[in-house]
């Protein structure tokens, strides 16, 4: 990637590569890996779409990329009061695009895919 780039949207990643970008450990993983084997992405895209079409959540979710954040660590970050991160994080939650944990918050390969391959503007 050329250095002017955005980290986004760069040319196709495969799954390993989400994979090797995920810094989730190999028990944060394995819950993952549970609570999204029955996932149907075609019934599930619409909510996907409602849920990601809103900018602040795309934020969120570009702050954690491949780190573990802190509530606070976020807060320091955006411009939202405690009533707002409380409903943005959960959404992103519920879509198994973040996981809380006790490191504090991380993306999941399922948000870290989405992160790095779609375009929403």
């Not at 955005?6 to 590569?17: A, C, T």
């Not at 900018?55 to 976020?74: C, G, M, P, W, Y």
């Amino acid at each position: 990637m050329k250095e002017d780039e955005e980290p986004y949207h760069s040319p196709f990643m495969g799954d390993q590569d989400i994979l090797d970008k995920s810094i989730l450990t190999d028990e944060e993983m394995d819950e993952y890996l549970q609570k999204t084997e029955e996932i149907d992405p075609k019934r599930e895209h619409d909510h996907l779409y409602s849920v990601m079409t809103n900018q602040t959540r795309r934020e969120l979710l570009k702050l954690i990329d491949t780190n573990a954040r802190s509530v606070e660590e976020i807060k320091d970050k955006v411009s939202l009061e405690d009533e707002q991160l409380n409903y943005h994080l959960p959404m992103l939650e519920n879509v198994y695009f973040i996981i809380n944990t006790k490191s504090g918050w991380k993306a999941t390969p399922r948000g870290l895919g989405f992160l790095y391959h779609t375009i929403l503007r």
